[in-house]
């Protein structure tokens, strides 16, 4: 990403793993995925989210953890 983001979404994760690959396809898909900053938050799930996170996060580097 090269100019400020226009928008930053939060995306909060507890619980919820089975879902995780499902919604970052959606995230992708999103029209102003390159305009956007995408915050993810793992909030001490016992699934471990963050570990599923990670390798999009290091693909995207407008995605952070």
């Not at 793993?17 to 499902?22: N, P, S």
């Not at 995925?33 to 995207?60: G, K, N, Q, W």
Request: charged share 25%; with cysteine; glycine share 0%.
């Amino acid at each position: 990403m090269t100019a400020s983001p226009r928008i930053s979404v939060l995306i909060s994760c507890y619980n919820n793993a089975r879902f995780v690959a499902k919604k970052l396809a959606e995230i992708r898909a999103q029209t102003w995925f390159d305009r956007a900053e995408f915050l993810f938050i793992e909030t001490a799930s016992p699934e471990h989210e963050r570990e599923l996170f990670a390798p999009f996060c290091r693909e995207h580097p407008n995605c952070r953890l």
